[in-house]
């Protein structure tokens, strides 16, 4: 059973920066693609960050690039995103998410698994 839990959120002003890291469980962490996704109060949810199996390849939505580093230490099974020059805007419920299918270099987004999200929020 794959579990994936998402830890480092918290309130901070704009300008400022956090970390979240997800911790994942129950199969082979560095056989899949993962991804960061973010959820806003009352908007739908939306990709934000991605990284391949390897971790050779990164993708970003654009409201992000350049703010943000998405990165995974397989021997940790862990996955982060680092984010800075945070803005009110990025405040929303951030959600890991792992690919279901393994040698992916993006995730496919209807076919994940989710963790439980943790909130972000960003005061002006």
């Known amino acids: 059973q794959v579990q994936l839990i998402e830890s480092g959120g918290g309130l901070v002003q704009a300008g400022g920066s956090l970390r979240l890291s997800c911790a994942a469980s129950?199969?082979?962490?560095?056989?899949?693609?993962m991804a960061w996704f973010r959820q806003a109060s009352g908007k739908e949810r939306e990709f934000v960050a991605g990284?391949?199996?390897?971790?050779?390849?990164?993708y970003y939505a654009d409201s992000v690039k350049g703010r943000f580093t998405i990165s995974r230490d397989n021997a940790k099974n862990t996955l982060y995103v680092q984010m800075n020059s945070l803005k009110p805007e990025d405040t929303a419920v951030y959600y890991c998410?792992?690919?279901?299918?393994?040698?992916?270099?993006?995730?496919?987004?209807?076919?994940?698994?989710w963790g439980q999200g943790t909130q972000v929020t960003v005061s002006s």
């Open positions: 998410a792992a690919d279901r299918t393994p040698y992916r270099s993006v995730v496919a987004s209807s076919s994940l698994y």
């Open positions: 129950g199969r082979t962490f560095s056989d899949y693609a």
């Open positions: 990284i391949s199996w390897r971790g050779r390849n990164t």
